[in-house]
T-cell receptor, first 114, second 115 residues
């Protein structure tokens, strides 16, 4: 079965530091992968997506993610954290049982220390 | 700008009540989804609809039903609310084709408390 595993339910970094949120996926077919962000008291919004084109994907707000097939990973990074990045981040994979469905990871809450 | 709206941000209901959660999207999307979000569990799909009057069970459909009479509206129904249905409920929509085909657009969520 397809799944995504997010390592670390909570990550805390200092403002200006590198942000690294880890995601590993399990899929027997070439995956479509996503990162979504949920700011406090809001719904989710798409940060970026990988759909088998370039392996380095750039998203909104300075985030990017690299698809590494050999490591089955799709980690999210940002060079310099900002206070406004505090949110919950979800990695997700398209379900091969239905092109419209997405399977979400359990989420990682990112905190930013001043 | 794409928009998914949910009828309530916060809702408090009593055990045994019938509860309706409404979701409306203005993007003419074919697909609509209901998820529940619980800490440490991420988002779990309750039901999915790919067309008017068409629905498909998700991973946790027990205790829920849905209705889609119009393309823009997707309702989640708790026939007899129970305390273990206390959760955040998120509605989403996505198109069936085009560049955004794999992207889901979410509403702000309804935090339901069943007492």
């Amino acid at each position: 079965a397809q799944s995504v595993t997010q390592l670390g339910s909570h990550v805390s970094v200092s403002e200006g530091a590198l942000v690294l949120l880890r995601c590993n996926y399990s899929s027997s077919v070439p995956p479509y992968l996503f990162w979504y962000v949920q700011y406090p008291n809001q719904g989710l919004q798409l940060l970026l997506k990988y759909t088998s084109a370039a392996t380095l994907v750039k998203g909104i707000n300075g985030f990017e993610a690299e698809f590494k097939k050999s490591e089955t990973s799709f980690h999210l990074t940002k060079p310099s954290a900002h206070m406004s990045d505090a949110a919950e981040y979800f990695c997700a994979v398209r379900a091969y049982s239905s092109a419209s469905k997405i399977i979400f990871g359990s989420g990682t809450r990112l905190s930013i220390r001043p | 700008d794409v928009k998914v709206t949910q009828s309530s941000r916060y809702l408090v209901k009593r055990t045994g009540e019938k509860v309706f959660l409404e979701c409306v999207q203005d993007m003419d999307h074919e697909n609509m989804f209901w998820y529940r979000q619980d800490p440490g569990l991420g988002l779990r799909l309750i039901y999915f609809s790919y067309d008017v009057k068409m629905k498909e069970k998700g991973d946790i459909p027990e205790g829920y039903s849905v209705s889609r009479e119009k393309k823009e509206r997707f309702s989640l129904i708790l026939e007899s609310a129970s305390t273990n249905q206390t959760s955040m409920y998120l509605c989403a929509s996505s198109p069936l084709s085009g560049q955004a085909v794999h992207e889901q657009y979410f509403g702000p969520g309804t935090r339901l408390t069943v007492t």
